[in-house]
């Protein structure tokens, strides 16, 4: 798969002092976002990484800006909202699942690192997977008022009561 929102780093291009990236995504990289998360589109999306090294690997920490375009799951009427999310990733030297006989993963505890794919790091890729997580699974526009339509097949089953039968035949 090609990503949408590609910003590949080498790793031997980095050196052992803290490197900053800058990230925006042009209309064609935020197309492609919008059809790939399937919401109505991507406004627009910056990000600022700190990419710190360290002996078994590198640190990335940022924070993104987004304004994404929704449809209400109400009314389906597009709803604009502004996201920011910071995040942090963690990138082994080593693939730390191949290392590893037995991996413990800790729910509450930091995430694995990620591995090293062919020397690179693509920082777009880490950018569009945290624009996603921080996504409104349900987004609402502020005036969407929900009515419940009641059809037959809504409606409460009526309960056949054993003197209901009973009382029909007594009428007969």
Known sequence: MTPEFS?????DRIGPRKKRFNLVADLAERTA????????????????????????????????T???VQACVVTLEPVI??????????????????????????????????????????LGEVVSEHLALALDPFPRAADAVFS???????????????FAALA???KK
């Open 7 to 11: 910003r590949p780093i080498p790793v």
């Open 33 to 64: 976002l919008a059809a790939r998360y399937d919401i109505l589109g991507v406004n627009s999306l910056l990000a600022e990484i700190f990419i710190h090294p360290f002996s078994k690997g590198y640190r990335l920490q940022g924070r993104l």
């Open 66 to 68: 987004a304004e994404v």
């Open 81 to 122: 909202a502004s996201v920011t999310e910071e995040f942090e990733v963690t990138f082994a030297k080593t693939d730390p699942l191949v290392e590893a006989r037995e991996v413990d993963l800790d729910p509450y505890g930091d995430d694995p690192p990620e591995p090293i794919l062919n020397g690179e790091i693509d």
């Open 148 to 162: 419940a339509i009641e059809t037959d097949e809504m409606a409460e089953p009526v309960k056949a009561s054993p």
């Open 168 to 170: 029909a035949l007594k």
